[in-house]
């Protein structure tokens, strides 16, 4: 008996009730909180960095799916290798041989990754920091890992332990035993490293949350006191590895950083099939599978998968040939080049940082008496307010997709596909201008929605 399913059908039959099928049977929180800021669109299709609706309208992405999306959506090399591998019937996962693909996809990565020498692959961003913890732990024989405050690691229990954010934290205690420093704070590493329990430091290069770089020479300092006492250094590379920041991680701006750990993900996936990766060193993997009865003691069941190798190695192939990373240097130069221009017109417009194509806006208290009226009243309500009110209308009037870099905070991340270009930098900074002149103007529908997020931000105490 053949079995006959036509996804095809299923979509033109109930595809528009999306929101309805969200709030009943997943979180029903998403579809409120989209339907709540106007962000309730129906995307039809996606190519490249757009987004298209049923009437043909493009959409300009400056968030990536949170920098999934490294090649954009449905780049012909990716899609064209997914369709290869299904179609070469693999015996894939079989768990009792080895398969090409997987130390394919690690030879390429590793090509990339000089000083690192073998690879675990899992499913995406957190496995990849689990995977971390739990070798530097094994190798090292310490119990405690250290991490920076504000940073983002992941949601399971492990990585939440490492996460530097509360409202993340906050209902899931008790978490693993670990502690946060100050980023760029030596001393009060040096502090923790004396109690003589620490296993490692996993840092971000570049924290996600408000866009913050870790100082000039801190990676380095912290590799050298951390190695002095027998720990490790993990660079969490999820979100800022794969020429996110210009180079391919984020710690290679530095010279003379090793970290002993990289963890991998999102724009490795290629936008298509989920894929982590966490990289060591040789003797790191060699305590944690020192002997054949410990073949299994770090796995994933769906890991090294072939769909998921056959994106890796096709987005690695795309990003070598295009010359993506010196493509994104370029347009991120000039994109927050012209950003930071804006500074001196706009007297909300308090800060532009990031690397590349990781920029962060952040806005701060005007100086003239009427905004900062403004200002205070949306600041009491609920910090992170004027930040939103600035995204909303970049989608609502002018079809382009930011979000803010993290709640309360008054700062807009832009992470877009690495593949943009000059005419979207152009687009992006001529509606951020319009935005920026309707706040000042003082009124408006702006403001109006500002009223709105403020009963919102209230009736939610």
Request: hydrophobic fraction near 50%.
């Given at each position: 008996m053949t079995t006959e399913f036509d996804l095809g059908a299923l979509l033109a039959e109930r595809g528009a009730e999306r929101y309805e099928l969200h709030a009943k049977h997943l979180n029903p929180q998403l579809p409120r909180m989209l339907h709540t800021i106007g962000f309730d669109k129906v995307y039809e299709r996606a190519e490249g960095a757009h987004f298209f609706d049923a009437d043909g309208n493009d959409y300009l992405d400056m968030l990536a799916g949170f920098g999934v999306m490294g090649l954009g959506r449905h780049h012909p090399?990716?899609?064209?290798?997914?369709?290869?591998?299904?179609?070469?019937?693999?015996?894939?996962?079989?768990?009792?041989?080895?398969?090409?693909?997987?130390?394919?996809?690690?030879?390429?990565l590793l090509a990339h990754s000089p000083h690192l020498d073998r690879v675990f692959f899992g499913n995406s961003g957190t496995e990849a920091v689990e995977t971390a913890l739990k070798f530097a732990r094994y190798a090292t024989g310490k119990p405690r890992v250290l991490y920076c405050d504000h940073a983002f690691h992941g949601l399971t229990t492990g990585s939440l332990s490492v996460n530097g954010e509360d409202g993340f934290r906050d209902g899931f205690?008790?978490?693993?035993?670990?502690?946060?420093?100050?980023?760029?704070?030596?001393?009060?590493?040096?502090?923790?490293?004396r109690k003589g329990d620490v296993a490692a430091l996993i840092v971000e290069p570049i924290q996600g949350k408000g866009v913050h770089e870790a100082p000039p020479g801190y990676l380095r300092a912290a590799q050298e006191l951390l190695h002095k006492h027998k720990a490790l250094l993990i660079a969490d590379e999820v979100q800022t590895g794969l020429g996110r920041t210009g180079d391919f991680y984020a710690y290679q701006h530095e010279d003379g950083v090793e970290p002993d750990l990289v963890c991998v993900a999102k724009a490795l996936s290629g936008g298509y099939v989920p894929v982590g990766a966490t990289l060591g060193k040789e003797w790191i993997f060699k305590k944690v599978y020192s002997s054949m009865d410990r073949v299994l003691v770090h796995s994933a069941s769906f890991g090294s998968n072939a769909q998921a190798m056959a994106c890796g190695l096709a987005v690695l192939s795309v990003m070598e040939n295009e010359q993506i990373v010196a493509g994104v240097r370029r347009t991120g130069e000039l994109l927050?080049?012209?950003?930071?221009?804006?500074?001196?017109?706009?007297?909300?417009?308090?800060?532009?940082?990031?690397?590349?194509?990781?920029?962060?806006?952040?806005?701060?208290k005007p100086s003239s008496l009427k905004l900062r009226g403004r200002w205070t009243m949306l600041q009491t309500a609920r910090k992170g307010l004027f930040a939103q009110m600035v995204v909303v209308p970049l989608l609502q009037k002018h079809r382009i997709l930011t979000q803010v870099s993290g709640d309360h905070l008054e700062v807009i991340k832009l992470i877009p596909p690495l593949v943009v270009d000059e005419a979207d930098v152009d687009r992006f900074v001529a509606a951020f201008t319009a935005v920026m002149d309707d706040a000042h103007s003082g009124g408006g529908l702006m403001w109006d929605f500002g009223k709105t997020l403020i009963k919102q931000a209230v009736a939610n105490r």
């Open positions: 090399v990716v899609r064209k290798a997914l369709h290869d591998v299904l179609d070469l019937d693999l015996a894939d996962l079989t768990r009792f041989d080895c398969q090409p693909l997987p130390g394919l996809l690690a030879e390429r205690a008790p978490l693993l035993p670990d502690t946060a420093v100050p980023l760029g704070d030596l001393d009060a590493l040096a502090r923790e490293l927050k080049s012209r950003l930071t221009a804006l500074i001196d017109k706009y007297e909300l417009l308090a800060d532009v940082r990031g690397r590349g194509l990781m920029i962060g806006i952040e806005f701060g």
